[in-house]
DNA sequence: CTTGGAAAGTCAACAACGCTGACGTAAAAT
DNA sequence: ATTTTACGTCAGCGTTGTTGACTTTCCAAG
């Protein structure tokens, strides 16, 4: 073997060798899955007149009742304006509840109403569907690589908000 | 045991028993990723009044050299109208040249100045930074998973254009 | 040669959803 | 008593998506 072939691959878990290829194609993949993990519930939104904004707000109202707008600034990663704008559509709409905290009376506390709780089912029906195929499709081991390689990819202040969801927080 | 508690899980390939706890992760996963699998482009394209569209488009230009804008539609997946925006700004600045095919006149075959070049590299080494950082921390077989997880979620489509892609077309 | 239609570009208008900045109110914290 | 925090709101702006309409160019079929 002359020493100028390329060094050999390393099959061992701390040495791993990753060429740009491999690299590009997980990069197209996350685009490319995006759009279908997307796709459902942006075809429900627009019968209703909503977008992703307020499929994400009331994704985490549901998981965090009773959140305050604060925390769910933080997790939504969006300014106060941005998520006002979607917030108030859904309270005027009658799908979220927004309550006057008694300990803190500047904090607002937002729960899904019953319509709110209805159509937040629906979107993530949809949603989990795809998924279940997929994960079907693709094999417990598989599930279990998905979420390493994705947990290892955010940022580490949303990687706290996903554990702290995890555990039902 | 009662007969009262809920169905075993199978351990085989086929019959996969899926929570919705479990697909609920993955979905948030899924959004939190996504996060930050953009977050370092979206810095750089910052710093030069770019969007994500711009390097969507540089992508996918440096991918197939010489594609037409008709193709290109199909695999962002956007109108002309959206795309051409994108792509007559890149072409001011000198990043993107538009060459009027030969058999067919109509067409404009794109590809990427070596300004418009560096500016690609630039982000996909970013980008590429984070993803090897996720490989290399889940390890080959979670990467394996990862792969096979997204293309089972894209759309048929979509999945059509990442085969093509992968193939070098 | 004429004509139909495809490919591309352009203009106008609009919507969703990010952003900043500024202002106001109420209440908690110091 | 003052400052800070949480929230709401107004105004304005930018990116990026949409539809609809119109023109030009040009290949290809009649």
């Known amino acids: 073997m002359p020493d100028s072939a390329p060094a050999p691959i390393q099959s ?32 429900i939104l627009e019968q209703y007149g909503y977008g992703r904004a307020h499929h994400r707000a009331m994704h ?13 600034l933080s997790i939504l990663g969006v300014t106060k304006q941005s998520l006002n704008r979607v917030l108030r559509t859904l309270i005027e709409d009658g799908l979220v509840q927004s309550k006057v905290g008694n300990r803190d009376k500047r904090e607002r506390h937002l729960c899904l109403t019953e319509a709110g709780a209805a159509l937040e089912q629906q979107l993530s029906d949809a949603q989990r569907a795809r998924m279940r195929k997929a994960f079907r499709a693709a094999g417990p081991e598989a599930v279990a690589g998905f979420r390493q390689v994705l947990e290892a990819m955010m940022e580490p202040e949303m990687l ?10």
Chains 1, 2 share one sequence.
Not at 60 to 72: A, E, S
């Open 12 to 43: 061992g878990e701390s040495l791993l060798f990753l060429t740009d290829e491999q690299l590009r194609k997980g990069i197209e993949a996350m685009f490319f899955a995006y759009r279908g993990f997307t796709a459902d519930p942006d075809r």
């Open 60 to 72: 985490f109202i549901h998981r965090v009742p009773g959140t305050t707008v604060n925390n769910l």
């Open 160 to 169: 706290a908000h996903y554990n702290r969801l995890k555990d039902g927080g």
